[in-house]
T-cell receptor, first 112, second 114 residues
């Protein structure tokens, strides 16, 4: 079974401070991992995907297969980063082909 | 405008009264799915569909049905709703289920079952 765990339900930082949202996963095959973000009163939207190795809005995430983690990081948090963040995994093995699993979500609040 | 639409956006119903939440996308996407969002539990996938007439169970399929008779529509059916199905529901679609897929989410349907 595939599983995504975000250990922090709430995370508060001050503007300009570094931020790291943790994500750990459990999957027997080679996963594809994503971070989605939901700003207040907006739809959930893709922030970044591990395969692209891109930086979006200053956020980066590196897939660490040894630690089965995909933590989201930003060196200097901004107030507009306040949102709900979801880590997600899509599986392509066996009976779970194409199944997308989300973590529980982390609410990030950036204080001025 | 490319989008995913859901109807209704808000619904209050009573236990046992069958209901359907519609989902439609105009992007010719193959992959569609339904999620429910609950406090402390995050987003959980209910059902997904890789293409027309192909549907599979997600993590929490009990009490729900879906159908995919045409590419653009993916309705969620609650045959006999119960109060534990009170939740915020999201429909999403993506071009494929491949590695570069991006899920496009609908605006959500808030359901209250009394």
């Amino acid at each position: 079974a595939q599983r995504v765990t975000q250990p922090e339900k709430l995370l508060s930082v001050f503007k300009g401070a570094p931020v790291e949202l943790k994500c750990n996963y459990s999957y027997s095959g080679s996963p594809e991992l994503f971070w989605y973000v939901q700003y207040s009163r907006q739809r959930l939207q893709l922030l970044l995907r591990h395969i692209s190795r891109e930086s979006i809005k200053g956020f980066t995430a590196d897939l660490n297969k040894g630690e089965t983690s995909f933590h989201l990081k930003k060196p200097f948090a901004q107030e507009e980063d306040s949102a709900m963040y979801y880590c997600a995994l899509i599986g392509y093995g066996g009976t779970s082909y194409g199944k997308l699993t989300f973590g529980q979500g982390t609410i990030l609040t950036v204080h001025p | 405008e490319a989008q995913v639409t859901q109807n209704p956006r808000y619904l209050i119903t009573v236990t046992g009264k069958k209901l359907t939440v519609t989902c439609s996308q105009n992007m010719n996407h193959e992959y569609m799915s339904w999620y429910r969002q609950d406090p402390g539990l995050g987003l959980r996938q209910i059902y997904y569909s890789m293409n027309v007439e192909v549907t599979d169970k997600g993590d929490v399929p009990e009490g729900y049905k879906v159908s995919r008779k045409e590419k653009r529509n993916f309705p969620l059916i609650l045959e006999s709703p119960s109060p534990n199905q009170t939740s915020l529901y999201f429909c999403a679609s993506s071009l494929t289920s491949g590695v570069r897929q991006t899920q496009y989410f609908g605006p959500g349907t808030r359901l209250l079952v009394l």
